[in-house]
């Protein structure tokens, strides 16, 4: 190595045996940069394989990045006390000794990015008591064991997302009492490292990349009471969020994007009020519900960017009188409505392009606020076809094409429908206008109709009364409203009883039964519904006493030693007297069998 230095250095024969002489005079190394000072030195892109030797004593930042450097000889630096900032990133380090940093007592960054490692020993940052930022990311580590940044009690910064991280041990993170950012890649952990984690009382940012977890469990984060960013991207499999997962955080910004969750976890979040931002990007969520989120106070910042965003309930954000950016690029929502904010006029920033919008009158509050809205890259657009930029048009253009058309509603049938009892009645009502209204049946008592139950609305406009019965006559109405208004319809049903709810008088109707006088004060008697009647009367009567019978005689089969004759005694008159004569003589005479069914 000396011949080496020898070779590119101009001081070769004065160094050969004074090697501390050419270090203060700050040699520059072959291929590297060095400024006016030689306390920074850069060899990026220098084709070095080892670290070069002699650096200057005063050095206080060594690039080596871009460079094949393989291995680290043990205690490489130790001269190097002023070293501040090292950077051997994008080099082919498979291993890093135990004391591999030994003597750099000065160093507040060290970056290992983009090397071969896989394990990092126990020991291998002794003596950086001062490291603030230590970056190992995108390498192959597969795990943490206990005790390896043992020695990093100034570390504020550890970079560690893209590895392969499979295990971390419980106490992998002890010693880190100063963490203020943790970024990891956990690819094929399935549970949260909660106990690990544990020990970071002071960090205030996680970011968790790629845990091969579907649910996020109870209490995965308690210990991280000075947590205020939470990042949780690409676990390929999250779709639940335990209502109590992120208890014991409050944070100001959180973030779950590119998983599997379908539907806003609202009860995991409620406790948050001090949250700014709330991002859940490229999540299958179709449906944000109204007025579930209205405990995020504070709430500035609501993004869902490259989701399946069908729609955005009314008074959704309502209560949030913060929200200035709500960005929904990339959904499928054919609207966004103005009232699904608490106020517009905090809005500052609206990402809705990308969405197969509707071209009707519930845009036109954005063409009203265009000049104070901020639509980011790009311009929400609104119609199937010819995508054209409605923010092109002046106000009073698109009043007239941003119209909407108040509903009609269309009956089926009559106003009058009638159904025996017991039967089912179907009506069907559909409506015409624009945007497409939305089709609701009320009873006669106003009240709307569910899509289960006897009585029940189907989504399709139609409306069924199962097993119809008398009380359920009346004015039904089918009702179609859209953000023009609405429109109703009555439909009045009639209930045709099976029996006449008056008392019955058997004998005055069987009297009128011959006559058959269209002058009769009672209604024509029905002859078949009383024979009917009777004839059910007396069967039911008949079948229960005929039942009764079978089962005596099944109870009475059924207790086993049964006897089919009954013996009964008698004692004859003269029997008296003679009390003390033989019973067995007596007993023969008196008595008789009976056979028993
Ligand atoms: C370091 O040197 C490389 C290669 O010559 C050069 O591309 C890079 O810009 C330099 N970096 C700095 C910070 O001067
Ligand atoms: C080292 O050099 C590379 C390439 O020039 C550069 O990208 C990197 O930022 C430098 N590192 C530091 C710590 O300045
Ligand atoms: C992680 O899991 C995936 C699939 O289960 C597997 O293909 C991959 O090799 C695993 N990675 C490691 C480092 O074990
Ligand atoms: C929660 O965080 C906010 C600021 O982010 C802070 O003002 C508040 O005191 C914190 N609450 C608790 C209970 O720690
Ligand atoms: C919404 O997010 C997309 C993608 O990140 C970005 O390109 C766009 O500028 C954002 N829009 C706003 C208004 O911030
Ligand atoms: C509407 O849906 C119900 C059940 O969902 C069905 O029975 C009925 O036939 C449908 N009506 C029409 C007109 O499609």
């Known amino acids: 190595m000396f011949v080496e230095f020898c070779m590119w250095g101009?001081?070769?024969?004065?160094?050969?045996?004074?090697?501390?002489?050419?270090?203060?005079?700050?040699?520059?190394?072959?291929?590297?940069h060095c400024g006016t000072t030689v306390s920074v030195i850069n060899c990026s892109y220098a084709r070095l394989a080892v670290v070069p030797e002699r650096l200057p004593l005063d050095l206080t930042g060594?690039?080596?990045?871009?460079?094949?450097?393989?291995?680290?000889?043990?205690?490489?630096f130790r001269a190097l006390t002023r070293l501040e900032d090292l950077d051997l990133s994008d080099n082919h380090l498979a291993y890093v000794d135990a004391d591999a940093f030994l003597g750099l007592r000065s160093l507040?960054?060290?970056?290992?990015?983009?090397?071969?490692?896989?394990?990092?020993?126990?020991g291998a940052f002794a003596g950086l008591s001062r490291l603030r930022l230590l970056d190992v990311s995108r390498n192959e580590i597969l795990g943490f064991l206990d005790f390896t940044f043992r020695d990093l009690a100034g570390l504020r910064v550890l970079e560690a997302l893209h590895n392969d991280v499979v295990f971390i041990s419980r106490q992998a993170f002890a010693g880190l009492s100063d963490l203020r950012q943790l970024h990891l890649d956990a690819c094929n952990l399935t549970l949260v490292p909660t106990e690990a984690f544990a020990r970071l009382g002071r960090l205030t940012v996680l970011h968790l990349h790629r845990l091969d977890s579907s649910v996020l469990p109870n209490y995965a984060f308690l210990g991280l009471a000075r947590l205020k960013e939470l990042i949780i991207t690409d676990w390929p499999r999250l779709e639940t969020l335990s209502t109590n997962s992120l208890v014991g955080l409050n944070l100001t910004s959180l973030a779950i994007r590119n998983c599997k969750i379908s539907v806003v976890p609202y009860a995991a979040l409620h406790h948050l009020v001090y949250l700014v931002n709330l991002d859940?990007?490229?999540?299958?969520?179709?449906?944000?519900?109204?007025?579930?989120?209205?405990?995020?106070?504070?709430?500035?910042e609501f993004r869902l960017v490259g989701g399946r965003l069908r729609r955005i309930e009314t008074a959704t954000f309502q209560g949030l009188a913060r929200l200035s950016l709500l960005n929904v690029s990339g959904n499928l929502l054919s609207t966004l409505e103005e009232g699904v904010f608490h106020s517009v006029d905090t809005l500052r920033h609206l990402g809705l392009d990308g969405n197969p919008l509707a071209c009707d009158c519930r845009l036109l509050w954005l063409t009203q606020r265009r000049s104070s809205l901020d639509f980011g890259g790009g311009l929400p657009t609104c119609g199937a076809l010819g995508q054209w930029d409605?923010?092109?048009?002046?106000?009073?253009?698109?009043?007239?094409?941003?119209?909407?058309?108040?509903p009609r509603v269309q009956l089926h049938q009559p106003g009058l429908v009638s159904v025996d009892q017991g039967h089912t009645a179907v009506m069907h009502c559909n409506a015409e206008g624009q945007p497409e209204p939305s089709v609701t049946w009320l009873d006669p008592k106003r009240k709307a109709l569910m899509g289960t139950g006897r009585i029940r609305a189907a989504a399709n406009g139609s409306m069924e009364v199962r097993y119809a019965q008398p009380q359920d006559a009346g004015i039904y109405r089918c009702v179609a409203s859209n953000a023009a208004g609405y429109d109703t319809q009555p439909v009045e049903l009639h209930v045709r009883a099976l029996t006449k709810k008056k008392p019955f008088h058997f004998k005055s109707r069987l009297a009128a039964l011959p006559s058959s006088s269209p002058d009769m004060q009672e209604p024509p008697f029905d002859v078949k519904t009383l024979l009917i009647a009777a004839s059910i009367g007396f069967l039911s009567?008949?079948?229960?006493?005929?039942?009764?019978?079978?089962?005596?005689?099944?109870?009475?089969?059924?207790?086993?030693?049964?006897?089919?004759?009954?013996n009964i005694a008698y004692v004859p008159h003269s029997a008296a007297t003679s009390r003390n004569g033989g019973t067995g003589n007596y007993m023969e005479t008196s008595r008789f069998t009976m056979k028993l069914m």
């Open 390 to 406: 409605f923010l092109d048009y002046t106000a009073v253009e698109m009043a007239e094409l941003l119209t909407c058309q108040p």
């Open 108 to 122: 507040l960054d060290l970056r290992l990015a983009r090397n071969r490692l896989k394990v990092l020993p126990v």
């Open 62 to 76: 060594l690039n080596l990045s871009h460079n094949a450097i393989r291995t680290l000889a043990p205690e490489q």
């Open 541 to 566: 009567f008949f079948s229960s006493v005929g039942l009764c019978f079978v089962a005596i005689f099944f109870w009475s089969k059924g207790r086993g030693q049964i006897k089919h004759t009954a």
């Open 10 to 32: 101009a001081f070769c024969v004065l160094t050969a045996g004074l090697a501390v002489t050419s270090q203060v005079l700050g040699s520059c190394p072959h291929h590297c």
């Open 280 to 300: 859940l990007s490229c999540n299958p969520i179709s449906y944000i519900q109204g007025n579930q989120l209205r405990d995020l106070l504070r709430l500035e």
